[in-house]
């Protein structure tokens, strides 16, 4: 397979992943850190570092919009619950390891 349709590829399993994410409104990005070590918000900051390593500027804002499909604030109103302990516990233990 060539690097232009392995990447190719890998650019339309993300699309699909943030498609599947966006789909499923209802995971909790605390939860995603909770078992995965990863969430939306690690994904607008990858974008950021990638396109640096790349030569391209983009910023944190435009980052979390292609992730979140609209401003984070709008998805953090709409979105976002608030932290449950159980779930601030589990996330304090995992970041204490």
Not at 14 to 38: E, S
Not at 59 to 80: L, V
Request: proline share 2%; charged share 30%; with cysteine.
């Amino acid at each position: 397979m060539s690097i232009d349709k392995q990447t190719e590829i890998e650019a339309a399993v993300f699309r699909r992943l943030l498609k599947h994410l966006d789909n499923r409104k209802d995971v909790q990005n605390i939860d995603l850190m909770i078992l995965a070590g990863f969430c939306r918000n690690c994904f607008s900051k990858w974008t950021v570092a990638e396109g640096k390593n790349l030569g391209v500027d983009i910023d944190i804002d435009t980052a979390r919009e292609q992730i979140y499909g609209m401003p984070y604030s709008e998805w953090k109103e709409n979105h976002q619950l608030p932290a449950t302990s159980e779930q601030l516990e589990k996330f304090e233990s995992l970041s204490k390891k």
